[in-house]
């Protein structure tokens, strides 16, 4: 099992910025690729991006790309998201989620083993 708590969210401006954070304990946090999702009222959960078990590889969904940062400290069990530019469109619960899967399904939730109970993030105009 791994226990992952998110942190971090919260209300913000357009055009401001906030770094979530998703502590975990449990199992060996550095055998798991680590993602990030996000689901906004109404709509499905959506992938934003995912970071491999050494933090040397990641990928991101072209709706945050340039704009988000996956980043990882193996040593504190910890993996950030980096969040600049924050349009209202990204407001929605954030949740981080574990997974050995292949990258090739990195945006397919059903994928992932364990996950967080998600941080809202609300962008304001």
């Known amino acids: 099992q791994v226990q992952l708590i998110e942190s971090g969210g919260g209300l913000v401006q357009a055009g401001g910025s906030l770094r979530l954070s998703c502590a975990a304990s449990g199992r060996t946090f550095s055998n798991y690729d680590m993602g990030w999702f996000r689901q906004a009222p109404g709509k499905e959960r959506e992938f934003v991006g995912r970071?491999?078990?050494?933090?040397?590889?990641?990928y991101y969904a072209d709706s945050v790309k340039g704009r988000f940062t996956i980043s990882r400290d193996n040593a504190k069990n910890t993996v950030y998201l980096q969040m600049n530019s924050l349009k209202p469109d990204d407001t929605a619960i954030y949740y981080c989620a574990a997974t050995r899967s292949a990258p090739f399904y990195r945006d397919d939730a059903n994928r992932y083993d364990y996950w967080g109970q998600g941080t809202q993030v609300t962008v304001s105009l």
């Open positions: 970071i491999n078990r050494s933090g040397g590889l990641t």
